[in-house]
């Protein structure tokens, strides 16, 4: 999937390319049209216009710019695969440069955050990990849904409504 656009900021023309690249289970032919594309894309470019790619390649440029000093910004992770090789010998056709390739996922800052445990200890699956704290939370926000759905009438109801919708706030 590719989405371009074409901006015009105080004189200099940006064009913004959104490139996510079929993953390693797609068709072959679906990942060749991609690229296809995207190699006819990027020359149409004039040269006096800036150009950004931004994108999930679903590729590994490794930790260690290797033989690819030119085009790899020092940002990468793991070990380098052959999509990878690919990227990389697709920024140095069009003298592009890799400048960071990897972000840390939400799922790693949130466990951090509330902590982990190796254990389920019943309740919910997917809520075996979460701290007292958010147990808490969660516990605030059904026990406020069941007082809005056992409402009886409009000004309970909005009332109601309006502490649940604070508690579902507060348990995310």
Do not use: C
């Not at 950004?52 to 590994?60: A, P």
């Not at 840390?104 to 800052?109: F, L, M, V």
């Amino acid at each position: 999937m590719l989405m371009t656009i074409k901006l015009v900021v105080g004189g200099f023309t940006w064009n913004l390319f959104s490139a996510y690249a079929p993953q390693a289970g797609l068709d072959e032919e679906v990942k060749r049209r991609f690229w296809e594309y995207l190699d006819d894309m990027v020359p149409s470019i004039m040269l006096t216009e800036n150009l950004f790619i931004g994108g999930d390649f679903n590729s590994h440029i490794g930790a260690t710019s290797w033989g690819y000093d030119d085009v790899h910004g020092d940002f990468g992770f793991r070990d380098r695969n052959g999509r990878g090789m690919s990227l990389l010998d697709f920024a140095r056709a069009f003298d592009l440069v890799i400048t960071k390739s990897s972000f840390p996922k939400k799922r790693e800052a949130a466990r951090e955050v509330l902590g982990v445990s190796k254990h389920y200890s019943g309740g919910h699956k997917r809520d075996w990990w979460w701290n007292e704290y958010v147990q808490g939370k969660v516990e605030t926000k059904k026990a406020a849904y069941l007082k809005l759905v056992e409402s009886v009438n409009e000004e309970e109801k909005r009332a109601n409504r309006e502490n649940y919708k604070l508690a579902k706030k507060e348990a995310k």
